[in-house]
């Protein structure tokens, strides 16, 4: 399947501007413009490509505003529907779930994320790699 090219040149259009939105830190307007480009995806929305980056852009504009019970929400969709070994979502779960306070998810989840691409994954956030690394012995003998 795929998307007619006006459908697909709005969500593409929609998605810029989101980005821009992020870029410029206005996350509410991005959590918008994301919104309505996963919104105008056909049903089921879960199988198209677009789903995965665009719920990904939602959540990553909550987790930007600190709103992370709403992030994980939608970390959770894409790693529910297969996004097992994303090292970005995996990182992401990890961070709301430390923010959260729960700390055997957030455990699992920031490990797996180390384990598939290492310290560079965390240099946004170094925080979080500082609080796996004294929850875990990430040394190798």
């Not at 665009?54 to 959540?59: D, E, H, V």
């Not at 909550?62 to 994303?86: A, V, W």
């Not at 992401?92 to 994320?113: H, I, P, S, V």
Request: overall charge negative; some cysteine.
């Amino acid at each position: 399947m795929e998307l007619s090219d006006e459908l697909y040149d709005r969500i593409e259009e929609l998605s810029e501007t989101g980005n821009e939105a992020m870029e410029s830190e206005d996350y509410t307007k991005a959590i918008s413009c994301f919104q309505e480009a996963l919104d105008i995806l056909p049903e089921p929305k879960e199988d198209w490509e677009a789903y995965l980056w665009l719920a990904g852009s939602i959540g990553d504009a909550h987790f930007m505003m600190g709103d992370y019970g709403k992030s994980l929400e939608f970390f959770r969709k894409c790693y529910n529907i297969g996004e097992t070994d994303n090292p970005f979502i995996l990182l992401r779960l990890g961070e709301n779930y430390l923010e959260m306070k729960d700390e055997t998810n957030a455990t699992e989840f920031l490990l797996r994320a180390y384990m598939l691409e290492g310290e560079k994954i965390f240099k946004e956030d170094w925080k979080y790699f500082q609080w796996l690394s004294k929850h875990v012995n990430l040394k190798r003998k």
